[in-house]
């Protein structure tokens, strides 16, 4: 099989008071072996909600997933039961997070946690896993793993936390691993040894791996390719390569133009202004036309569609033949 994940025509709305908000609105992937995507856009664009439908965990919120289609290893995960999905959530698909003391039990040493995934998914005995633990703490370069799977969460750094929360997620050999802003609350020397390390294990263990983030330098340092999301739509995609050196939607060139360049004498940092348009309110065209610089007449009209233009995928009316996007 070549695709490890298929998202098709995702739509995931939220049902709440102030009224419906579709915070993924058609978007569409794919994910082949020991590929990585970088998953990258402001807060309110929809990528977190696309991590957590992939894992059909929206349901348990006033989210539902309204559209589209999610195949998993050739498998459709939308027509999983909640048991199918518990038994694929932590075994082929983990995930880790931004905080990992939250994820951690305190209570419990990190060769207990480790192991309880070993046991429960794995069906491994108590010494095959207490082994097994030992070998994944190695794995992710933890130093005296045989004296580390006896301490608690506190007794270690935060770097060493999310080390553990990563020895964790590949307990199982996941076919995909969600990561989402798996770097963002550590520092920065200890930020490029996990990024280091989710590099390794993909070529390593052949992991398919959604990163999920806001820092387009973390994308930069591990994805194969890059999807940027607005307002929960794709409004640009492709290698990674591509959109750095020529980015095209006027959005990923704000992004890019907002990395602060190490090199320059004068740090310039130029941020987009504005805000991503309240879910509740999207705009009638373009969602980024008001903060849009080039936005012209039909920018306020009309809906660009997601076109390929030079080897990559933009949505925006500025190039070439850009098509509108039908209603719906
Ligand atoms: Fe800007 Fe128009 Fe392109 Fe939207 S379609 S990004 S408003 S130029
Ligand atoms: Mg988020």
Redesign the pocket.
Known sequence: MDQVLEVRGLKTYFYTESGVAKSVDGVDFALGRGRTLGIVGESGSGKSVTSLSVMRLVEESVGRIVGGEIRFEGESLLDKSEKEMRAIRGNRISMIFQEPMTSLNPVFTIGMQIGEVLKLHQGMSSAEAARKCVELLKLVGIPLPEQRVREYPHQLSGGMRQRVMIAMALACNPALLIADEPTTALDVTIQAQILELMKELKERLGTAIMLITHDLGVVAEVADEVMVLYAGKV?EHGAVEDIFRSPM???TRGLLASIPDIDAEVETLETIEGLVPSVYDMPP?????PR?????E???RSQ?ALVETAGHKT????YGD?SEEEAG
């Open positions: 409004v939607h006027p959005y065209g373009c969602r980024f036309a849009c610089k080039h936005a012209m039909r920018c306020l660009p949505r925006c009316f500025l850009a």
